[in-house]
């Protein structure tokens, strides 16, 4: 559509989490929230979403920032991609979360993009989405019948679809303290401004003997939703870690992947490069551990 | 269905109190409420950079921001940069070192370029480069540009000795 304008809404400014569970029970399906719009003006422009209601979340306090806890750090649903690439803690503490802010985007973007947009989403290539698997972080969901959590691992039901109910709002995100390193590589086709053509987070505890104690893979692009590639975690914990293992680890996770074919990749191109990648990365913490 | 909703918006200093629709986007409303037509519209899907404006100093896509959005908030757009007759330097530097052909992707290229600036006077080529990717130019080739802003971090530097 050349015009692109938007479509007509009823606009709400709620103060507080309550009020907007409210409006989002009212309105039945008819409303969205809207956090940074990124992702919802362009889904409304092209007439996919036409919500009669839009519910700003951003005139609600408390939504966003990074804070400091004795179990982790809390992140705000409403903190933007730039606060978390500007985040020294994040950098130091929390790398793969930093990895993929950094290369998310576009700096216009970046300002606007809030974490909590990037996992209701759900897109298969949500940039941040892998990193916050491997570094088993948890979802704090708020709707009409109480608090809830649920780990980032089983948010995602579906291509663009979540464990979320329509009058829920997803409020912050937790990471527990990290015993390992991690990494995040995404694969683009130029050097910004990229949907993920694969994503690949690593975590990885390993000892002084060189044994690995802990293992996650997170993969971006490679399947309907972002994904955990089990079966090659368990490849490598409890082994002694090796360029042999990390390929046999690289290769399992390539097979257990499950991408398609589309405009930006062939299935084939996808599965060789979540095996490079997959090595890639845990070379890189393991050669970073020595 | 729609009805009008209050905003209260500071744009380049000068605070306008409007009713708008909720729905139209920053780039609209600076383009055909304010007759701003400096800030350029392209693809409307945050994919150019040639909307991009500065909301409270940071640099965002106007067409990826409702208007309302805005609401309480400063932008600044390439209209405000120049103190009367004479230039920003980041104008001047893009004049003088080829930055500007057709000149459709300079706005947005400047206000990255001034983010970039404001928060760290002294960059690298590729902090210029990272400053200035979400702006497509179909006409410089990326060198000149990234020339000028460099050039342009001089004279600012250059001013305040
Ligand atoms: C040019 C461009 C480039 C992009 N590049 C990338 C990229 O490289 N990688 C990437 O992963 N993404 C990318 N995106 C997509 C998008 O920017 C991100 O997914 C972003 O994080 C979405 O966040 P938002 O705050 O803008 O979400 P919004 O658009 O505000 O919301 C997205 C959806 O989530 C819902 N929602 C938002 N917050 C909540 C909440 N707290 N609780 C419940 N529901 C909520 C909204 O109702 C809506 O349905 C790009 C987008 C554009 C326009
Ligand atoms: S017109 Fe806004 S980014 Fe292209
Ligand atoms: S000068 Fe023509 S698009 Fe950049």
Redesign the pocket.
């Known amino acids: 559509m050349f015009i692109k304008r938007l479509p007509k809404f009823t606009y709400h400014t709620p103060s507080t989490i309550d009020e907007a569970i409210e409006l989002l029970v009212r309105y039945n399906g008819h409303a969205k929230v809207l956090a940074g719009g990124t992702d919802l003006l362009v889904a409304m422009k092209k007439r996919s979403v036409i919500p009669s209601h839009i519910v700003n979340l951003k005139t609600i306090p408390g939504l966003s920032g990074i804070t400091v806890t004795g179990e982790g750090v809390t992140i705000g649903s409403l903190t933007t991609v730039a606060e978390i690439e500007k985040s020294p803690l994040i950098k130091e503490n929390f790398k793969p979360l930093w990895d993929a802010a950094k290369v998310m985007a576009s700096p216009q973007i970046r300002t606007l993009a809030t974490i909590g947009g990037n996992l209701v989403s759900a897109v298969p290539s949500a940039d941040l989405a892998p990193p916050l698997m491997v570094m088993a972080a948890t979802a704090h969901i708020k709707g009409p019948s109480g608090e809830r959590v649920c780990p980032v691992d089983h948010l995602f039901a579906g291509p663009s679809t979540t464990a979320l109910k329509p009058s829920e709002i997803l409020t912050h995100i937790t990471i527990p303290l990290q015993n390992g390193r991690g990494i995040y590589l995404k694969l683009m086709r130029r050097a910004a401004l990229d949907l993920a053509i694969v994503g690949v987070a690593v975590s990885l505890t390993v000892k002084e003997d060189n044994i690995c104690q802990d293992a996650k893979i997170g993969l971006g692009a490679v399947a309907p939703t972002p994904i955990r590639a089990y079966k090659a975690e368990r490849e490598i914990i409890g082994n002694m870690v090796t360029e042999e293992v990390a390929q046999k680890v690289a290769d399992t996770a390539s097979r257990e992947c499950a991408p398609i074919t589309d405009i930006r990749a062939t299935e084939d191109y996808r599965r060789s490069m979540v095996r490079t990648l997959t090595k890639r990365a845990i070379m890189n913490l393991w050669e970073g551990n020595r | 269905m729609t009805n009008l909703v209050p905003l209260n918006i500071t744009v380049n200093g000068i605070e306008y109190r409007l009713y708008i629709e909720p729905n139209i986007t920053l780039v609209d409303l600076l383009r055909e409420k304010l007759g701003l037509t400096g800030t350029k519209k392209s693809c409307n899907e945050g994919e150019c950079g040639a909307c991009t404006v500065l909301m409270e100093g940071r640099p965002v896509a106007s067409c990826m921001v409702l208007a309302i959005d805005a609401d309480n908030k400063k932008i600044i757009t390439i209209e405000g940069l120049a103190e009367g007759e004479k230039l920003h330097p980041l104008q001047e530097a893009f004049i003088k070192y080829g930055g500007?052909?057709?000149?459709?992707?300079?706005p947005g290229m400047i206000l990255s370029a001034k983010a970039l600036l404001d928060e760290n006077p002294d960059p690298t080529p590729y902090e210029v480069r990272r400053a200035i990717s979400g702006n497509l130019?179909?006409?410089?080739g990326y060198q000149q540009i990234v020339d000028s802003v460099l050039k342009a971090a001089d004279m600012i530097k250059g001013n305040q000795v």
Request: net charge positive.
């Open positions: 500007i052909q057709c000149g459709f992707c300079t130019c179909r006409c410089t």
